[in-house]
């Protein structure tokens, strides 16, 4: 199948994976007036992990165990530029109502890989990093006015009173709902004339193109046959789970050990509105507790929700869950969050609704997060590489895509004389 070249004087160029990552350079390709091809598995952008997640704006308080800081320099300028980004991206404002209204609570476990003095060390650095930067001001709060503090014995017995936690603090981080964000950018993919979406087609393979004209040629898998796409002058490979598989079929090998891994949580909704704190129980795989506006909660507990960890580049499938299967993820999450945070045992009585969903986490390093030398402590091995006009993205973290996909897209552009 050769795509018809219709009025677009521009280069063409093919995005695999349609979602915040692939979205995003999609939508700035088109703003140069580049014609855009996003190929997707699913049926729509964004039906994956980056609809199904805390949203958590990383300015790097969680990497407590890292304390080199190479995470946190990673994460701090895309979490920082993230609002405004993704506002210039969509051409609509983040409504004020899917943000979480006040600073993360993290809460460290007599368990965790590093000990509260270190992780409040980490945090205090990390403010400093953040206060020094020249995108400062475009945070949700005022980083100035809001510094991480200690909790005080009191505010720590309100919060959790459990035996198990040695210490808190708040920072200023905030979390998005990613349903209402993935909504604004299927809203502004679908209305950009200069993107094609070519949906349910799962990716097998990019080659080569031998044929004349441009480079690329995209082979994906449609209707339980192998179809041939293009050619593209370029190929913007965002795949989540998958890119592995790609990038090896044309020779880019990986090069550390990467781990893949699917996760549930639960996504809930209340009957009355709670007077519940964002709470993220560190440092360690232990749990998170999202409050977006009293009635929308986001809710996971690490070892209830990992269903698969793989170290192959082609990972196996997810379990397919039913309702029992839900349950199984739903019950010990929510018993597990309820033994530090007692606001959430009488949850169960005012749940309305309760989704289990997740998506695949990809990462470099292995081993397990019960380990304080695991390389998933760390999130700073992430970012491009490319072959020729072939580009490869390694989002690492959901707040971080909209400002990669900046370098992204100014390198495509640069590699077909495009801008």
Request: hydrophobic share 40%; proline share 6%.
């Amino acid at each position: 199948m050769t795509l018809p070249a219709g009025s677009f004087p521009q280069p063409t160029v093919a995005v695999l994976g349609a979602g915040i990552m692939g979205s995003s350079v999609s939508l700035l390709l088109a703003q140069h007036g580049i014609r855009v091809v996003l190929i997707d598995q699913a049926p729509e952008p964004f039906c994956g992990a980056r609809r199904w997640n805390e949203g958590k704006i990383h300015l790097g308080y969680l990497y407590g165990a890292d304390p080199t800081l190479a995470t946190a320099k990673k994460l701090l300028p895309g979490g920082l530029a993230f609002r405004r980004l993704v506002q210039e991206m969509v051409g609509a404002p983040i409504p004020e109502t899917c943000v979480t209204s006040h600073d993360d609570t993290y809460l460290v476990h007599r368990n965790s890989v590093a000990g509260f003095d270190q992780a409040f060390s980490v945090a205090v650095s990390v403010a400093d990093l953040g206060l020094e930067h020249p995108d400062a001001s475009g945070h949700f709060v005022r980083l100035e006015d809001h510094r991480p503090r200690r909790l005080t014995d009191g505010e720590l017995a309100d919060i959790s009173g459990s035996p198990d936690v040695v210490g808190g603090f708040a920072a200023p981080e905030r979390s998005v709902s990613t349903s209402v964000v993935a909504d604004l950018f299927v809203k502004a993919v679908a209305a950009e004339h200069h993107i094609e979406q070519l949906m349910n087609r799962r990716v097998l393979s990019v080659v080569p193109n031998h044929r004349t004209g441009a480079p690329w040629r995209v082979r994906p898998l449609a209707d339980r046959q192998e179809i041939d796409l293009g050619p593209f002058d370029a190929v913007v490979n965002a795949l989540w789970k998958g890119r592995g598989v790609v990038d090896a079929g044309l020779g880019i090998s990986r090069a550390t050990t990467w781990t893949d891994r699917y996760r549930l949580s639960l996504f809930a909704t209340v009957s009355e509105p709670v007077d519940l704190a964002s709470v993220v129980i560190c440092v360690g795989p232990f749990g998170d507790v999202k409050n977006y506006d009293g009635i929308h909660l986001y809710l996971s507990w690490y070892d209830a929700g990992l269903q698969v960890t793989s170290h192959t580049v082609r990972p196996p499938p997810p379990p397919v869950l039913d309702s029992s299967g839900r349950d199984a993820v739903a019950a010990p999450t929510l018993e597990a969050l309820g033994a530090i945070i007692p606001g959430v045992r009488g949850l169960h009585t005012r749940l309305a609704s309760v989704d289990v969903r997740g998506g695949w986490v990809h990462s470099a390093g292995s081993g397990s997060l019960h380990d304080a030398s695991s390389g998933l402590h760390r999130r700073d091995n992430i970012g491009l590489v490319w072959k020729d006009t072939y580009f490869s993205i390694d989002t690492g973290k959901y707040s971080i895509a909209p400002w990669l996909s900046v370098e992204v897209a100014l390198a495509v552009c640069d590699a077909v004389g495009a801008g």
